[in-house]
């Protein structure tokens, strides 16, 4: 072969990977819609083969065993939650705007059924809350980021004098946190009216920190 015709493995090498990767995708897209009604534990490779119209052998090259792909859905899942509502609430200006926005963008996210269970981690966290292991550490873990991000972000609210210094960082984030859990179990049971009263007092909440500043 001459020293100016390139090889053609890396091109196909390149397609497989991204054959490969588009594959991976569209079955955690639908491993995790699975888990958000019936739990990680309705997640089985034959039902997501099935469902995902793949073979069940392809699930396994892919993931392994079950609870391989049971992270690998809560990792996904994380990383929607990270691009639709984290990402675009961290273009906003200010901690105090970041804030509402990461509180507005979770109840559109939910509202929007994007997942038809609602919010996956308060229905894993639910799932697997007294029951040791790796699956129980990984939602801990997304659980423990996602307060620690609120925390941090009204802290450098208070800090930029958007929020009253009586305001306790800590306790604002769990109040707001219990509203989503609130909120949450009333979207999956079809109560609007408790699901806006959630929504309605995150704002509020908000809005008093606000004006104690």
């Known amino acids: 072969m001459s020293a100016n015709m390139a090889s053609p493995e890396p091109v196909v090498e390149d397609r497989r990977k991204a054959r490969g990767a588009k594959s991976r995708a569209l079955i955690l897209e639908r491993a995790a819609a699975i888990a958000s009604t019936d739990g990680l534990d309705g997640l089985t490779i034959g ?18 065993d079950k609870e391989a792909l049971q992270l690998a859905t809560i990792d ?8 639709t509502i984290v990402g675009p609430a961290r273009a906003e200006a200010s901690p105090l705007a970041r804030a509402r926005a990461m509180v ?11 997942l038809p269970g609602g919010c996956f981690m308060n229905a894993v ?13 990984r939602v801990a873990g997304r659980r423990a980021e996602k307060r620690r991000r609120y925390v941090e972000t009204l802290r450098d609210a208070q800090d930029a004098g958007e929020i009253g210094v009586e305001i306790d960082p800590d306790e604002l984030a ?8 609130l909120a949450n179990i009333a979207f999956t049971i079809g109560d609007d009216e408790e699901f806006e009263r959630a929504r309605a007092l995150s704002r ?10």
């Open 125 to 137: 966290s639910s799932e697997f809350r007294a029951r040791p292991g790796a699956i129980r550490d």
């Open 76 to 83: 996904w899942v994380g990383q929607i939650h990270d691009a």
């Open 104 to 114: 507005e963008n979770w109840f559109a996210f939910v509202e929007r059924r994007q």
């Open 47 to 64: 039902r997501l083969a099935t469902e995902a119209g793949v073979a069940k052998s392809n699930v396994q090259v892919l993931f392994g």
């Open 204 to 213: 509020k909440r908000l809005d008093v920190a606000a004006s104690s500043a």
């Open 174 to 181: 769990f109040e707001l946190l219990a509203f989503q859990a």
